[in-house]
């Protein structure tokens, strides 16, 4: 079973760009969530996804987004970035297991984002 | 508002030893708590977890400890050894797959 899969792994933008980040969780997993890790701030949580609807979202600008897709395929976008957005984006998928409960996430390797 | 409070942020340990690294949450209501190992360049992965209904769970030489009435747990590691080298999280989540991390130990193993 393919895991988490997370494109690109490197990105490199420019101050006042917008980016598109993408995530492929494993197969049957319904629930996604994305975070993001920086040295100073550790793993700080951005959105939690299940079935196509936003359950939470972290304490991040409305500059950060996202959404998921009926296949369980994630994106978040970024607009207008700012130095401060450089970090480590990880995803994670979990099955989330219809009689509900919390389940075991699976993370992805990430997408490195330099803000220059 | 959520919040996990982790210590020590380091720590080192001769190989053999054990290494404890403890964790305390503010949300009453949280019900998960995962612990994760990061290697450097690597994704977390899940290490042991545990559930509210339970005070204790092992598994070889990890053990995992929740006291729900003082809102903390602790990860134990016995034995450790150079590969155990790594930066830990504990989480908390209730209910949802949000995770609230810690802010992570650096575990140092010297041979």
């Known amino acids: 079973k393919a895991g988490v899969t997370q494109t690109p792994r490197y990105l490199i933008k420019t101050r006042g760009q917008q980016v598109t980040l993408s995530c492929s969780p494993i197969?049957?997993?319904?629930?996604v969530s994305w975070y993001q890790q920086t040295p100073g701030q550790g793993l700080q949580f951005l959105f939690e996804?299940?079935?196509?609807?936003?359950?939470n979202k972290g304490n991040f600008p409305g500059r950060f987004s996202g959404r998921q897709f009926s296949n369980s395929r994630s994106e978040m976008n970024v607009s207008t970035l700012e130095l401060g957005d450089s970090a480590l984006y990880l995803c994670?998928?979990?099955?989330?297991?219809?009689?509900?409960?919390?389940?075991?996430?699976?993370f992805g390797q990430g997408t490195r984002l330099t803000v220059v | 508002g959520e919040n996990v409070e982790q210590h020590p942020s380091t720590l080192s340990v001769q190989e053999g030893d054990s290494a404890v690294i403890k964790c305390t949450y503010s949300?009453?209501?949280?019900?998960?708590f995962p612990w994760y190992k990061q290697e450097l360049g690597k994704r977390p992965q899940l290490i042991i977890d545990?559930?509210?209904?339970?005070g204790e769970k092992k598994d070889q030489r990890i053990a995992v400890t929740l006291n729900k009435t003082a809102k903390h747990f602790s990860l134990h590691i016995t034995e450790t050894q150079p590969e155990d080298s790594a930066v830990y999280f504990c989480?908390?989540?209730?209910?949802?797959?949000?995770?609230?991390f810690g802010t992570g130990t650096r575990l140092q193993v010297f041979p």
């Open positions: 994670a998928s979990s099955p989330h297991p219809s009689s509900g409960g919390n389940t075991e996430a699976f």
């Open positions: 197969s049957g997993h319904r629930s």
């Open positions: 996804y299940f079935s196509e609807t936003q359950r």
């Open positions: 949300d009453s209501a949280s019900n998960y």
């Open positions: 545990i559930r509210s209904n339970v």
């Open positions: 989480a908390a989540s209730k209910d949802t797959d949000k995770l609230i």
